[in-house]
């Protein structure tokens, strides 16, 4: 069992949990991910340790609210309750180079998985420059990569209550790509990296492409046992069938076959929303 140390909302819909798990902490490399099973008879979520220490043995996960089982942790465990398992650390540890000058963009809380990786290639003697774009009251750990990064850099889109969800995700799109090229025509970046929503993913990847510039990003295809027995993360890279949670969760974005990626995603939204209505009834 897995005990909650700290559990308190950090912005909104984002609830940070510093958990005891002593055997992820021990081995957990930027990059990897594990395995969280909250409830008995529950779903299994990949989440990314944000921060670690093997000494204490404890991990913090930022969990996003999308769906039932997330927005039953928010609302159901409190601090001293137990999380049933957590398998892991799963996934391949980011690559760990000199790459130079490099955009670390998080969208929305992909801002979350980009902390690790960013503050890892920093410490490594790269230049890194995040970048997260995402709701203003959504925004998380902007103090926390101000210290571990070259710069950080926050793009807060306002929610407008007068367009429906669809249409502000729309805006905070449009936002990071106009961000993304201006920074790009201003600034030489050796390597761009990106978390976020996958059709976020690909608009930012049209644009890195027509600079030319390498880009690698973090893929979140639907996952369920996380170790490549399944098939849920089936991705295509370089006209290959490969597993998201084995033989990444990084690949290189000119290999993604971003349409069929981007089809494969939407399949359980309606599912995963009847789902959470249905908890809050
Ligand atoms: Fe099952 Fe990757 S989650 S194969």
Not at 94 to 119: D, H, R, S
Not at 189 to 207: N, R, S, Y
Request: charged residues 25%.
């Amino acid at each position: 069992m897995y005990k909650i140390l700290e559990k308190r909302e950090i912005a909104m819909r984002n609830t940070w949990y510093k958990i005891h798990a002593p055997h992820v902490a021990k081995k957990v490399e930027p990059g990897q991910f594990v395995i969280v099973r909250a409830f008995k008879n529950g779903e299994r979520i990949p989440l990314t340790p944000v921060m670690w220490n093997p000494q204490e043995g404890w991990v913090v996960l930022i969990v996003f609210t999308r769906g039932r089982t997330t927005m039953r942790m928010a609302f159901e465990l409190r601090e001293g309750d137990e999380i049933l398992n957590i398998a892991g650390p799963l996934g391949n540890p980011a690559p760990m180079e000199k790459f130079g000058k490099i955009l670390a963009i998080g969208a929305y809380t992909g801002i979350v998985e980009v902390f690790p990786i960013a503050k890892a290639w920093q410490e490594l003697g790269n230049d890194v420059t995040t970048l997260n774009v995402t709701f203003e009251p959504m925004v998380v750990l902007k103090d926390e990569l101000e210290k571990v990064v070259g710069r950080h850099m926050v793009e807060p889109v306002p929610i407008d209550p007068n367009l429906d969800f669809p249409a502000n995700m729309k805006n905070v799109t449009k936002r990071l790509t106009e961000k993304v090229r201006e920074m790009l025509e201003k600034e030489d970046f050796d390597l761009v990296f990106m978390v976020g929503p996958t059709g976020d993913q690909k608009a930012v990847f049209e644009v890195v492409k027509e600079f030319g510039l390498p880009m690698s990003v973090d893929l979140h295809p639907i996952m369920v046992d996380g170790t490549g027995m399944c098939g849920a993360c089936r991705v295509t890279v370089g006209g290959e069938i490969k597993f998201a949670c084995v033989d990444g969760p990084e690949f290189d974005a000119y290999q993604v076959n971003w349409d069929e990626l981007i089809a494969r995603s939407g399949y359980y939204t309606d599912l995963e929303m009847r789902a959470m209505q249905e908890y809050m009834k």
